[in-house]
């Protein structure tokens, strides 16, 4: 890694739709991770994801920064249109990857032939589902634990 990427931080702004506050979390849980950092820092590029029954999302990358705002931009580098909201789900499980979402119409894609973003767009949100994916499963699969250990917390005034 780039020793000079050590020292500067990702800054996000702060989205106030639900869909711009869940990218920023699913972003940032890996912000200082240096293969995030050298995916994302002077990427310079907008990414659209868009969907039709609700709304659009512009995710700007500028320099070190990240912003994502509400609504469609007319210029971008990679449109993503997911006509149902589940399939980020299917992708965090597992249960599809991004190549057999998009054969089988899932997952729909403006601007493909510009295949150098659209791999980096892979690297960095399909990685960041699929920590929030296992994450998620983990906590289900450990209910029980985590409601103990939640309790002993409790009992000892540990607070969480």
């Known amino acids: 890694m780039d020793p000079n990427l ?3 931080e990702i ?3 702060n989205p106030e739709d639900i869909f711009g506050i869940g990218i920023k979390n699913l972003l940032s849980y890996r912000k200082n991770e240096p293969k995030f950092k050298k995916l994302v820092i002077n990427w310079n590029k907008t990414i659209i994801f868009e969907f039709p029954d609700l709304y659009s999302l512009s995710i700007h990358f500028q320099g070190n920064k990240i ?3 509400y609504g469609l931009v ?3 580098d ?3 249109i997911m006509p149902e909201l589940n399939v980020m789900n299917e992708i965090a499980r597992g249960d599809i990857g991004p190549i057999s979402g ?3 119409g899932k997952i729909k894609i403006k601007k493909i032939y510009n295949i150098p973003v659209l791999l980096r767009f892979i690297k960095i949100f399909i990685t960041a589902l699929r920590i929030a994916g296992k994450r998620a499963k983990w ?3 450990n209910k029980l634990t985590r409601i103990k250990l ?3 917390f409790k009992y000892q005034g540990v607070e969480n």
Do not use: A, G, R
């Open 150 to 152: 939640e309790d002993d």
């Open 6 to 8: 050590d020292n500067i």
């Open 139 to 141: 906590y289900k699969e």
């Open 78 to 80: 990679l449109k993503v």
């Open 11 to 13: 800054q996000f702004n």
């Open 74 to 76: 007319d210029k971008y």
């Open 102 to 104: 998009f054969l089988k």
């Open 67 to 69: 912003e994502i705002k």
